[in-house]
């Protein structure tokens, strides 16, 4: 048995890490800067997903989270359709945050498990980063301080969000492309947890774009939370900083999830990075060229820079470019015409289709 791992943040990253190496025999301790795994609320994500696969190359179970997402009802400037998956596709909307059924809890049983030990409360500054031993991984998600203190280009996460019940019946996800704000607006539910958020990365939202986003969930989706905030922004980040956020290595510590850029482009969604980078980060504590060509493979360049330029794109054309865009292609969309446009804007880090999961198990 080798030294002891340190890994800075019990989210999926940092779980996925703790779980990986303790399984490979190396004593590991996990520092969480929160008093709870999964912080104070309860909400949903979404991604494509299939935890077959997740199961076979990662050796984690992660299907308690998890309820099918079939389908996704978006309103592209005054258009509004339901839009299905294409074929083979496997796509869940994910339970987050405080849950017991929520991703993050359902991690965390495992890594206690197979003997992880997590410390709450072990918020770590810049300069704690740059004394943790050498191999440490780091595994801060959003944190806008941990970007700050490894000198990482980042892009602000400015949102607007309130979290609350779902509803049977309703689309696991319904999102909104229309002038009130350059990125989207975006409700999300898994069973009995939801909630909406609406964000920019470029500048702040106005009053006004907020109002109106809300003003939108209620009349054409007859959607309202209380407890609207925009505590994202205060301390929230996203790896966008740069035309190349990919990164395994910050000096002698590994970096995993957000922090290491493992997310889509796109759409900034970031579970399925999250497990992919984590299980990389491991590897490269055990070796590094085997952890850097799994992390690589995860995010290849002919993945990440045509996403990166499509979302570079969609910050700078203006609405009158960008309605007749969307909503023609809203429009013509079907799964089986126009398969691979859906998977393009979706795909994330690291995912592999049905057909071509792998089988086993553990991990290995």
Not at 335 to 350: D, I, N, Q, T
Request: net charge positive; glycine share 12%; proline share 6%.
């Amino acid at each position: 048995m080798g030294s002891e791992v340190i890994i800075a943040g019990a989210g999926l990253a940092g779980l996925t890490a703790g779980i990986t190496l303790a399984r490979r025999g190396r004593a590991v301790t996990i520092l969480e800067g929160r008093n709870r795994i999964g912080g104070d609320h309860s909400y949903a994500d979404s991604s494509y997903i299939d935890p077959q696969d997740i199961r076979g190359r990662f050796g984690l179970e992660i299907e308690e989270a998890l309820e099918p997402w079939t389908v996704t009802r978006i309103h592209a400037y005054g258009l509004c359709r339901e839009i299905p998956h294409p074929a083979g596709v496997s796509a869940y909307t994910i339970e987050r945050g405080r849950g017991e059924r929520s991703l993050e809890n359902v991690l965390y049983r495992q890594a206690l498990k197979e003997g992880v030990k997590v410390e709450l409360g072990q918020r770590l500054d810049g300069a704690a980063f740059k004394a943790l031993p050498p191999g440490s991984i780091l595994a801060t998600g959003l944190d806008a301080a941990s970007f700050k203190a490894l000198d990482i280009p980042c892009r602000p996460f400015m949102g607007h969000m309130a979290t609350g019940k779902g509803a049977p019946g309703r689309p696991g996800v319904i999102v909104y492309f229309d002038e009130f704000c350059r990125e989207f607006g975006y409700y999300f539910q898994a069973r009995s947890a939801a909630g909406a958020l609406v964000f920019n990365v470029t500048e702040p939202l106005s009053t006004r774009q907020k109002e109106t986003f809300k003003e939108r969930l209620a009349r054409e989706d007859g959607i309202s939370f209380d407890g609207w905030h925009d505590r994202l922004g205060t301390y929230a980040a996203w790896p966008l900083g740069g035309w190349d956020n990919r990164r395994l290595f910050w000096k002698d510590k590994i970096l995993a999830g957000t922090l290491a850029g493992a997310v889509s482009p796109v759409l900034v969604f970031g579970v399925h990075g999250a497990l992919v980078s984590g299980h990389a980060a491991a590897l490269a504590v055990l070796d590094r060229r085997a952890g850097e060509a799994a992390f690589r493979a995860a995010i290849p360049a002919s993945y990440y820079f045509p996403q990166l330029l499509f979302r570079k794109m969609r910050e700078t054309l203006p609405h009158a470019v960008l309605a007749p865009l969307i909503r023609s292609v809203v429009a013509a969309y079907h799964p089986s015409r126009f398969p691979y446009l859906m998977k393009f804007v979706m795909e994330p880090p690291g995912f592999r289709s049905k057909s071509k999961s792998a089988s086993g198990g553990r991990g290995k």
